[in-house]
């Protein structure tokens, strides 16, 4: 019992904010103490397991190219084009990118998207360039909105979307542990064709949610408009 203190301390450190990455780390080393291993074989355990789970850093690689193209004006250009675009707004354009993400982690693309690669230089640059369209002004709380609901799209449409894909890694863990610990025979498609109501559920409430971001921010426009002449100018 003794090695769930590492549980423990996840969810403390986790609980007072600090560093993911330390917080892991350390719980880890601890949990690998605490189990009977000594330092040698719990660095061989941290090299094993990095090794084995390389495409998990593959974002590492993709930041300096990320930076390369935003320097040369990537997000600028993404918010002169969703501005071209009068019925685009930023529920819109983050829906439009939900039902990609989605379908493109059903049939195995997880790597299409992501937080560093796609969300960061295109997808809040579009939505911020409807907010901007529409408003003519984005406070800094009105930003940060978006660029949670941004992180939230991309998180939701790969997380519902990958399990409809037969050969991911959550649902080749599933049927793994209900046939060793069940003795059932559980086919990877069965897995795959049940999870498909619930991404279309999530797809349809998720949705639902982003396109309530609109009336949610038109809502609090008007309060602005009300309170602050000089955001109605701008508005307007």
Same mark, same amino acid.
């Given at each position: 019992?003794?090695?769930?203190?590492?549980?423990?301390? *996840?969810?403390?450190?986790?609980?007072?904010?600090?560093?993911?990455?330390?917080?892991?780390?350390?719980?880890?080393?601890?949990?690998?103490?605490?189990?009977?291993?000594?330092? *040698?074989? =719990?660095?061989?355990?941290?090299?094993?397991?990095? #090794?084995?789970?390389?495409?998990?850093?593959?974002?590492? #690689?993709?930041?300096?190219?990320?930076?390369?193209?935003?320097?040369?004006?990537?997000?600028?250009? &993404?918010?002169?084009? =969703?501005?071209?675009?009068?019925?685009?707004?930023?529920?819109?354009?983050?829906?439009?990118?939900? &039902?990609?993400?989605?379908?493109?982690? &059903?049939?195995?693309?997880?790597?299409?998207?992501?937080?560093?690669?796609?969300?960061?230089?295109?997808?809040?640059?579009? +939505?911020?360039?409807? @907010?901007?369209?529409?408003?003519?002004?984005?406070?800094?709380? =009105?930003?940060?909105? =978006?660029? &949670?609901?941004?992180?939230? @799209?991309?998180?939701?449409?790969?997380?519902?979307?990958?399990?409809?894909?037969? +050969?991911?890694?959550?649902?080749?863990?599933?049927? %793994?542990?209900?046939?060793?610990?069940?003795?059932?025979?559980?086919?990877?498609?069965?897995?795959?064709?049940?999870?498909?109501?619930?991404?279309? +559920?999530?797809?349809?409430?998720?949705?639902?949610?982003?396109?309530?971001?609109?009336?949610?921010?038109?809502?609090?426009?008007?309060?602005?408009? +009300? %309170?602050?002449? @000089?955001?109605?100018?701008?508005?307007?």
């Amino acid at each position: 019992m003794l090695v769930l203190i590492g549980v423990l301390l *996840v969810i403390v450190g986790f609980a007072i904010r600090l560093n993911p990455l330390v917080v892991v780390t350390v719980a880890g080393i601890v949990t690998a103490l605490l189990g009977g291993l000594n330092p *040698v074989q =719990i660095l061989e355990a941290f090299g094993t397991g990095f #090794a084995s789970s390389r495409s998990v850093t593959i974002f590492v #690689a993709v930041l300096p190219v990320v930076g390369i193209i935003e320097f040369f004006g990537l997000q600028e250009q &993404a918010k002169t084009l =969703i501005g071209k675009l009068a019925r685009l707004t930023a529920g819109r354009v983050l829906l439009g990118y939900l &039902a990609v993400r989605q379908l493109t982690a &059903a049939v195995g693309l997880n790597s299409v998207g992501g937080h560093a690669q796609t969300v960061r230089p295109l997808v809040f640059p579009m +939505a911020e360039g409807a @907010a901007l369209r529409r408003y003519g002004h984005v406070p800094e709380h =009105i930003k940060e909105r =978006i660029k &949670a609901h941004s992180a939230g @799209a991309d998180n939701v449409g790969v997380f519902f979307g990958e399990d409809v894909f037969v +050969a991911v890694g959550s649902i080749l863990l599933i049927t %793994t542990f209900v046939d060793t610990t069940y003795h059932l025979h559980l086919e990877p498609l069965q897995l795959a064709l049940w999870a498909i109501p619930t991404a279309i +559920a999530a797809f349809l409430i998720h949705g639902f949610r982003l396109l309530r971001l609109d009336k949610s921010l038109d809502k609090e426009y008007r309060a602005l408009e +009300a %309170t602050d002449p @000089a955001v109605a100018g701008e508005t307007k």
